[in-house]
């Protein structure tokens, strides 16, 4: 997908510029042509010569550079590519697009493109939650400019949060996916999916709620796959830290029951995944907070939360042609998941392996079996992006032979 493609990046001034001659290697590998514009921040993360050497050209940063300019002007800079990918985008790039400034080469070239864009945001995790940020982020999105990550984890200033620039591999997928969706190709092209993922929330009063353990990271990588093999995506999704995945339609929810509606609404479709972990009950919400009384210990008197799989697989007119579930076990992992499949009358089961120093919650590798109406597959443990790719591949096996 990525093959003579022509891609303008721009490498801006945060630490995450360090992954660029990675990034601009691993797309060249894939035949895709890179073309550099650094900022002066992002020179002192990066060296010219390291992106010029990379990309085997030259790696443009003076808007004033007579020459360039003569040979090379930002404006066919800008328009010599099939997309922009600003990476790492800081916030003063983002906030600087938003403004429509141009005061040096990248945010000319951006200002005068009519290229599809997409940015990496990378920054410190008050610097992306803050409302300048995120307001920013929202108007980008709505100028249709694409976003990839930023995700969770360490940061280099120390904090801990989101603002990681997306690996690689989640760019190179995000382009892949773009690429894909412009041509309207892929083996699932023209079905539409829908995958829930991650916990759901459920109120006990304004300010509590009970919660699991769910990351969503297995039911984003889904949501992301299916959407790379050219499927379109509805991902309804609970509470997570995961990032909006680009190109795929996200539904945010809290609880069950929104989660249930939201997935009733995304219907028909012709796949659905259901790798949330829903909360199998709530409580009944007291509209005030419940307060601490001594001698007293408040009880919650729980109710039983639709079963969206179960839901889903109910034979009828909007029945998805095929329905996958989740089944976390930490005993008996095959047995149960094919008891699993029979009551929830769920076509597919994968069962993972829960059970305590599996790493499964809230870790990046997953021990999956696959049980179908013909047997059972076990794979080797995986990242969850891998499994979710493997499920993804199944599943249009599944519908080629149809
Ligand atoms: O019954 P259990 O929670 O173990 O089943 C797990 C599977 O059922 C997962 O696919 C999960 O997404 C789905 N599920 C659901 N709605 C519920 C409970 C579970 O969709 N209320």
């Known amino acids: 997908m990525l093959e003579n493609r022509r891609i303008l990046l721009i490498v801006a001034g945060g630490i995450a510029a360090v992954k660029a ?8 590998e894939r035949g895709a042509s890179v073309r550099c514009i650094l900022t002066k921040a992002g020179a002192h993360f990066v060296t010219p010569l390291t992106l010029a ?20 002007g930002h404006i066919r800079l800008s328009r010599e590519a099939d997309i922009i990918l600003v990476a790492p985008a800081t916030a003063d790039i983002m906030a600087k697009m ?20 997409m940015i990496a945001p990378s920054m410190n995790v008050m610097m992306w939650t803050h409302p300048a940020t995120q307001a920013n982020l929202a108007t980008l999105k709505s100028r249709d400019v694409r976003v990839v990550g930023p995700s969770a984890g360490d940061l280099a200033c120390g904090e801990v949060g989101n603002g990681r620039m997306a690996e690689v591999p989640e760019i190179i997928a995000a382009l892949t996916r773009f690429f894909q969706k412009t041509e309207g190709e892929g083996p699932l092209k023209g079905l539409r999916a829908l995958v829930t993922s991650g916990p759901t929330h459920e109120p006990i009063d304004p300010v509590r709620y009970i919660a699991n353990r769910s990351s969503g990271k297995q039911g984003h990588a889904v949501a992301v796959a299916l959407a790379e093999l050219g499927a379109s995506v509805t991902l309804v999704a609970g509470p997570t830290q995961e990032a909006d995945p680009d190109g795929v339609n996200v539904i945010h929810v809290e609880t069950a029951k929104q989660m249930m509606k939201a997935c009733s609404e995304a219907l028909p479709c012709d796949i659905a995944v259901c790798a949330a972990a829903v909360a199998d009950w709530s409580p009944e919400k007291a509209l005030q907070k419940m307060k601490k009384e001594p001698g007293k210990t408040p009880s919650l008197t729980l109710s039983e939360n639709p079963d969206i799989l179960a839901t889903l697989s109910q034979p009828g007119p ?19 998941a094919k008891a699993k499949r029979a009551k929830k009358k769920c076509d597919w089961v994968v069962a993972n392996d829960v059970s305590p120093g599996s790493g499964a919650f809230g870790g990046d590798s997953n021990t999956v079996h696959l049980v179908t109406g013909t047997g059972v597959e076990s794979w080797p443990t995986l990242r969850k992006r891998a499994v979710a790719e493997r499920l993804a591949e199944r599943i249009a096996t599944s519908f080629q032979r149809q």
């Open 53 to 72: 050497a990379l990309s085997g050209d030259k790696c443009y940063q003076d808007l004033f550079d007579l020459k360039d300019e003569a040979e090379m």
């Open 98 to 117: 938003v403004a429509g400034q141009a005061d040096d080469l990248a945010t000319t070239a951006l200002l005068a493109t009519d290229k599809p864009v």
């Open 21 to 28: 001659p990675d990034l601009i290697r691993r797309l060249r």
């Open 318 to 336: 909007t029945r998805p042609q095929l329905v996958v579930g989740f089944a976390a076990e930490t005993e008996n992992l095959i047995e149960n």
